[in-house]
């Protein structure tokens, strides 16, 4: 597959293709020089403006500063997830906050990328999965089964074995209707950046198994979605795992009406899956780093997906 270079122009190597992007960068945090109190990095850095769906922070649970385990001396987030945990409420099940930088609050976006490092360590065991980050917008409450058309999400999950997926809550208003549309890219012809497994009441799967995430490795993880502008048009989620392209579906509503945009960052990771089978096996940890939100936009060559 060929790679994405991050410029003002992007370049598919091995392909006469070329396009120019926008360069505007809207939000950006990398890591910290020193230790901090999580909670004023949350507010101040990821611009966590409200409490609602959060869990995990504070000063005896999950989310916390720790130095790189690549690069001593900087200091990046780490999320704690104990033995036992998973969705059901309690401490130290991982983490979850929503983070709407400023410059979202002044315009209404409907095609933005997110980047962010994600690290696993050795002692991480993926059991059958659980969550990552990724984008969201509208009312912040589309997750945990529910499915609206006020809100959007598009998180992320690791599934058993380290397998990733885009793991979509959007609108079931799908063309000619949510069924129909879930059959027709469920199938084994499918081709895989493009698969969708639906379950009813819950989020959408999409490009399962396309790719794999592996231990002691910052994976750089690139999403951009593109809301409809009107309802019953098409959006899409593009996705790149260390500068491939791995999802690509231009054929989904992404909401109902226009009443929404997309608002920021859904740092959201705990195992599960709502039953305890999604069960943290032992005490574990993940990193973070890096993150930026931006108006870039790149699309992949036919040749590249299937390549």
Same mark, same amino acid.
């Given at each position: 597959m060929a790679l994405l270079t991050h410029t003002c122009l992007v370049l598919w190597i091995g392909f006469l293709s070329t396009q120019r992007i926008n360069c505007l960068n809207l939000w950006t945090w990398s890591h910290e020089n020193h230790n901090k109190d999580i909670m004023s990095v949350i507010k101040d850095g990821f611009h966590m403006t409200n409490t609602r769906g959060m869990f995990g922070i504070g000063a005896n649970d999950s989310l916390t500063l720790a130095e790189d385990p690549e690069h001593p001396g900087q200091w990046v987030l780490r999320v704690f997830y104990a033995k036992g945990s998973y969705s059901a409420p309690g401490t130290h099940r991982g983490a979850q906050f929503y983070g709407t930088p400023s410059a979202l609050t002044h315009h209404n976006y409907t095609t933005l990328t997110l980047e962010y490092e994600v690290y696993f360590p050795s002692s991480f065991d993926w059991n059958k999965g659980g969550k990552l980050p990724g984008l969201?917008?509208?009312?912040?409450?589309?997750?945990?089964?529910?499915?609206?058309?006020?809100?959007?999400?598009? %998180?992320? @999950?690791? %599934?058993?074995?380290?397998?990733?997926?885009?793991?979509?809550?959007?609108?079931?208003?799908?063309?000619?209707?949510?069924?129909?549309?879930?059959?027709?890219?469920?199938? *084994?012809?499918?081709? *895989?950046? @493009?698969?969708?497994?639906?379950?009813?009441?819950?989020?959408?799967?999409?490009?399962?198994?396309?790719? %794999?995430?592996?231990?002691?490795?910052w994976h750089l993880v690139r999403q951009e979605i593109h809301l409809n502008d009107h309802p019953g048009q098409n959006g899409y989620i593009k996705l790149w795992v260390d500068r491939r392209a791995e999802v690509h579906v231009t054929d989904v509503h992404m909401r109902a009406n226009t009443n929404f945009g997309i608002d920021g960052l859904f740092f959201s990771t705990f195992f599960g899956g709502g039953d305890s089978t999604y069960a943290c096996p032992h005490d574990t940890y993940t990193y973070f780093r890096n993150f930026k939100i931006f108006t870039d936009t790149a699309t992949p060559s036919h040749s590249e997906l299937v390549g």
């Open positions: 969201f917008g509208g009312t912040s409450d589309c997750a945990g089964g529910i499915v609206k058309d006020t809100c959007f999400s598009t %998180r992320l @999950m690791w %599934r058993a074995l380290g397998d990733g997926e885009v793991y979509a809550y959007v609108t079931h208003s799908q063309s000619p209707d949510f069924q129909t549309w879930c059959a027709k890219y469920s199938h *084994a012809s499918t081709p *895989a950046y @493009m698969h969708i497994y639906c379950v009813p009441g819950y989020g959408i799967e999409i490009a399962k198994n396309t790719w %794999r995430f592996q231990h002691n490795h």
